[in-house]
Each structure stands twice: as C-alpha cells, then as structure tokens.
C-alpha cells in the first residue's frame, strides 16, 4: 500500500523542475521580454541561420506592392547574432497596444517558438503581446468580474445549415432573471465569429468597460458572415482544410436576409429585451457593409448601428432584393431616427473615400449621423479602438 | 448616389481573388496534403535552408535521451529540396488518428507557415491534421446537431480567485427544461481548462457519440487543476506570460478541497440532475490522480469514476488532510458500490508500474473495478480513445 503512494516521486518532481525542454519542447530563449520602461527584446535561437528578422506592427510601416497598388505594411528590423541567439531590442518604449509580429529566418517567416501566445488573421498566423496603458488596458484581463464566450450552433433554414456564433453574456448573467440588451458585432471579409474575440479582443472590452461602469451590461453576438460557411476555419464540418480565400457568399445578400433568424435565435434562447431600443449592430470592413445594409432592411430591428472602416461598395453585378432600393430603405430608417448612427474610418483607410461618398450623401439628405476619424488605415487597432469609443454609447437613450 | 455603390468594386474583386498571400500573409505551399489513399504530403517553402526535416507522431518513435531516462519520442524524417520548396511523402498510408507536427529547419523547430491549425501542449506548439476512421471519426466536426463550448467563470472563496471553466452543453439543452447528467473531466499536469477540447477533441467527441446514441446527453465540465492559477496561459490576469513549469498548487490538496465549489456553482447555474447517480469525473494523469482523490474524499458526489494513465503518487512531503487516511476512505467509496470505476493506462506508460501497484491494492481489498490496457505510453492518443470508451459507459446505470 505505502509503495503505490511513493513510486514515481522523485521522476514527477525532475519532470516539473527539468522536464519542460526536453517533455513539452519549450524554446530556450525569453521572447519577447517587455521591459519595464515599454521596451521590447526579441530573441531566437538559431544557430545555422545567416539572417533573423523580425516584422511587426510595432515597427514604423513600410510600402509593401501588390497587384492592386501599394499599401502600408509592417516594417522589418534586424536581429543581431551573439552565440547562437539571436536578438532585437526596439529603439524606444512601445505606446499602449496589442501588437503582433513574427520572425523571418533566411527569409522564411515563422512564429516565435518563445511565445505560445499567438492570432490567426484569415490565413496568417503571428504572435502577440500587450504594452499595457491607455486604451489598451481594456484589452487586457483584469481582475473584475467576467463574462462568459460561448460558441453556440443556430440553425438557418434559409441559409440550409447549422451555424457557429460566438456570444458574449456579461457576469452575472447566470444568476437572477434580468433580461439584457445585444449587440451584433460583425467581422470583416475573410473574418469568422472568432474574429472579434480574439483579434479584437471584445471580452476583454466588454468585461472591463462594464466593471468600470462605462458600459452597460450586455450580450455581445458575434455572427460568421460568409454565408456559404457553417464556421471558422477547423471548426465546421470541413475540418482542418485551410481557410478559403474564395467568398461567394458574403456580400450578396444573403448573410442580410438571414440576418433576423440570428436574432430570433438570440431572443428565443437568452433573456434579451427583445425590442429595437435594446439592439445593436455593427461591423468592421464587410461587417459595416452588412451593418449598414442589415439596419436599413429591417428598420425597426436595431436603435443603435456602428459602421466601422465600412466597405460601402456592393458590386452592382450582384442581385438581390437587399440591394434593391437603398434610397428608399434609408429614407425609411433615418426617418425613424436611429439613437445613434456612427461611422467612423482611418485617414489612410483605402475605403475613405468611398466613406466620404457616403457620409456626403447622407449629409445631403439630412440623415443624422455621428462621425468619427482616426489616424491610420484599415487595421484591427482601429476597430479595437473604435470597439472601445462605440460600447459606451450603447443602451444609455 | 450611385457612384458610392460602385467604388472600389474593382479592388475589392482583386482583393478577394489575388490579395491572399501579399495582405494576409498565406504560404505558397500546400501542406499538409492528404491524398485519397491517406499518404500525407509536407511542404515548405525555404530556398535559402540546408536541411528540412518533420517531427510528429505520424513517424515511428525514436529514443530521446533526459537527465532522467530515455523517453519514446517523435520521429524525424528529411525533406527533399527542389526549386526552393522542400517535400516529404509518408510511406505508407497513416492510420486513423488525430496527428500532430513541427518542422525543424536547420535544426530551428516552426510551424507549418501554411497550417494555420495548431494546439498548444503545455508550452509547446504543434501543427494538426486527422486522418479519418474508426475512433479518429469522432474526433471530426460532421454535420450532427452541436453542443455549446462556454468559457465560465466561477468565484471559489477557498482559492480566494475567480477561475476559469470549458463547460460543454449538449445540443438542445438551451431549449425546454430537461435536467442532464454532470461529467467533470481533469487535465493533466501542465494542462488547463482548455486541454480537453483542444487536445481532447472532447466537444466533437461527445456531439458525435450523442448524435449516434451511443452517449447520454450530458454536460460536461473542464476545470484548471493548478489551483495558483485563475486560467490558462494567456486567459488570466497574468496576460501572456509564458506558460509556467512551476506549479505549486497541483498535488497538494487545495485542488481537491475545493472541488465541491466547482460542482455547487454548476448545480446551480445549469439545469443538472444533482445526485451521484448523475455524476462522473474523470482525469488524465495529473487528472487522474485528482479523480482518484475527490472521489474518494467525497464517496457520496461521484458514481462513475475513470483513471486515465493516473499519477497515482503523491508527494509524501506533502501535507493535506486529503492525502490522511486514503485506505479509509477507499474503503468508504467502495463499500457504497460505484457504478464503474474504471482503470486505463498504456502498456508503455512510465506510470504502468504505479498503476499495476495500485489495481493490486484493490484487488487484495476486493474492491471492484474495470481496467483497460492499451498499446503505447503517456501520451494523448491514448487519452483520447479513453474518453471514447470510457463516455457510453455513463449514465447507464
């Protein structure tokens, strides 16, 4: 009896003390050391390699060519080699931000295998760390109550299939009978219903601007857009194929004339207040198109519409009723007068002046609308910013 | 009016057909590709290396030498280079599994740049990719009515912590008023709440098994078994630290005296069926040994019992009153007859002596149990065919 208690002592206590290198494959460098004063040290070891990069959004921008003209991209910084390792310091302290980066080794862009910690963008996968302070605190997890991520399937008759949606409820949802205003929160194309989660770091929004009190508490739905798709990449039926650049379903209507079967679902299946002055939508890129055109199809659905960075820009070869007679269907909508309808854009976002194009007509029409411009282009830190400044203004008519 | 509708139709069109790998990063190469007849092809794209190799656990097992005794570990096999793109054929179709990945280029472990599906392990991460087949079906997404994954928070007074929970629901619980059976379902050292739907594929497993009829409807519940921990690396208040090999709070008591706190806040916040009766808890090694322990500690809480590869070896330098009187209080559980309790481990597993001492020691006591032998050693494989033996046999009583 004694025996069975002891055996294996000693080899659990090498495992814990010795074992994570050689068990569990951990790297052997610290990558990356945020220091206190908001600088960053990089490191790989890679003994055999000519050349270590590193590229991130942390580093000043640099003009990246592509078929379709030029755009701004991550810049790229050079490691310095001492002894095996390999190693990069930036230059200055980091402002406040969730930054992302990976490594180019002999060119070959890697992940760092230091940091376990790491975002899938459509097809890319980089890794991830925060500088606290700022807006950025809100994306970190804080010790205030949390709420609950779930991935919940829906059905869509429409749309033929089951559904993946990512929901937000706040803390305290469970207990009590308290019923709660949504929010529709929609990715951009080539995004999932993991998107706002996890490159926008919506939880940790919400948890933290309702524990503030800036925010009202609220169930946060988070939608998959493409509505040729079950779900994210490796969690629906097609398994682990890798995620499809080709979207025939996402901006054609039919993701916009599903859309009520999504909330009916949310209505049905959590305590909401199931009227139009406790609904919100909005989206980034697609999603502020499909903001944009699901608000107006069923005006008396949503009080409260966010378009973020919208791609205002249907193509015309498309069909479908929800394209049709868009003058008429805002005429209807403003006229109703939306508690708030917010557009905002980067000064350097590819879609501004077609923002511009659509925030002049809406200016001629004398619909009201709250504007709001930022620096940069079409990038996530706007829409984690513009996250942060459109929750507080939810629910408070 | 119109022209707003029409700008930038032209990008957005090359966007989507061409933007793939200059916006969003995408590796030139296919890789993994499986063939029909269950070859897999690797691929990587890296002109300037000398030497491409792949290590997984599709490969045989090679001897990997640590200060504390050779270990079975993945195998290695070489890439061949040609036109800058390295290529590795399997030689023989892979069987049935749920398989994991790496490269190592000049010896520098990555990623697969063109897999975006990983798992991590404790600290280490790993591309993924599953043959189909026997048990490996159910570890697949297929089109059968989903259960929701929630992340949950619940406070425990005795850790002094809010922590983190997966909690599984199987589809159809948000509809009417059905109560459901509790499987409670524990990591192993190293692991979190997320091990076992990520490593586990415990959700696809039991939609699967439910959608079949071969499982009850039931709940499940992950929990964090490092009591100094609220959650998993990078789901806490330490932010994205790395993960740590330093786990005070595992085996020694305070994981288990706290776990009435687990199974009070899921009776009361989810429609449960709120007897032993009703009740299983399960775990792999570390897991197991908890499940060993909470089980025996509360004889009236838990009629189905599984010890999956368990560390049945405690510290003896560890004091709790947990680890007092353990013969006791088996005696104590045994006597109230448990509807399975149920012993598996590998026949090449470093804890099968500990395990043959232990089933001994019931054995001479008479207490009854079901014990299942497997091919292999410590790993997750075996894990993963546990749990789909193990979930039919619950609830059947």
Redesign the interface.
């Given at each position: 009896?004694k025996?069975?208690?002891?055996?294996?002592?000693a080899?659990?206590?090498?495992?814990?003390?010795?074992?994570?290198q050689?068990?569990?494959?951990?790297?052997p460098v610290?990558s990356p050391e945020i220091h206190p004063d908001n600088t960053v040290t990089f490191r790989?070891?890679?003994?055999?390699?000519?050349k270590v990069q590193v590229t991130g959004d942390f580093l000043p921008t640099q003009k990246?060519k592509?078929?379709?003209?030029e755009?701004d991209g991550p810049g790229v910084a050079d490691l310095v080699h001492k002894d095996g390792v390999w190693e990069y310091t930036t230059t200055a302290p980091l402002a406040p931000e969730l930054y992302s980066y990976t490594f180019l080794?002999?060119?070959?862009?890697?992940?760092d295998?230091?940091?376990?910690?790491?975002l899938?963008?459509?097809?890319?996968?980089?890794n991830?760390?925060?500088i606290g302070g700022d807006y950025a605190d809100y994306f970190?997890?804080?010790?205030v109550?949390?709420g609950?991520?779930?991935?919940?399937?829906y059905n869509s008759p429409s749309l033929g299939m089951?559904r993946?949606l990512t929901v937000y409820t706040p803390?305290g949802y469970?207990?009590g009978d308290k019923r709660y205003p949504v929010f529709y929160l929609l990715h951009g194309?080539?995004g999932d219903e993991n998107a706002w989660t996890e490159l926008g770091r919506a939880a940790q929004v919400l948890d933290n601007m309702i524990a503030q009190g800036k925010a009202e508490p609220m169930i946060v739905v988070m939608t998959n857009g493409n509505a040729a798709l079950q779900?994210a990449?490796?969690?629906?039926?097609l398994?682990?194929a890798?995620?499809s650049?080709?979207?025939p379903k996402t901006?054609e209507g039919s993701f916009e004339t599903h859309f009520p079967e999504v909330v009916n679902f949310i209505d049905k299946?959590y305590r909401t207040k199931a009227s139009k002055d406790s609904r919100a939508i909005a989206g980034l890129s697609m999603g502020g198109f499909h903001s944009m055109h699901i608000s107006k199809e069923y005006p008396d659905m949503f009080d409260y519409v966010g378009l973020f960075s919208a791609?205002?820009?249907?193509?015309?070869k498309v069909k479908s009723p929800i394209y049709d007679n868009?003058?008429g269907k805002l005429k209807v909508q403003f006229d109703k007068k939306p508690a708030l309808y917010w557009i905002a854009i980067g000064d350097k976002d590819?879609?501004y002046?077609?923002n511009t194009?659509?925030r002049k007509?809406l200016d001629d029409k004398g619909y009201k609308y709250v504007y709001r411009e930022s620096p940069d282009g079409h990038i996530w830190k706007n829409w984690r910013i513009y996250l942060t400044e459109f929750v507080p203004m939810l629910f408070k008519k």
């Open positions: 009896m025996k069975y208690l002891i055996l294996g002592v080899m659990l206590g090498a495992l814990a003390a010795n074992a994570q050689a068990l569990w494959g951990a790297a610290v790989l070891k890679a003994p055999k390699a000519d990246i592509t078929p379709f003209g755009f080794v002999d060119d070959l862009k890697i992940t295998p230091s940091n376990v910690h790491q899938r963008d459509v097809a890319s996968v980089t991830v760390f925060i970190k997890i804080n010790d109550p949390h609950t991520v779930s991935k919940v399937w089951n993946r803390a469970e207990k194309m080539g779900a990449p490796g969690e629906s039926s398994g682990f890798a995620p650049i080709q979207l901006m299946n791609a205002i820009m249907p193509d015309k868009i003058e590819f879609l002046q077609a194009e659509y007509m």
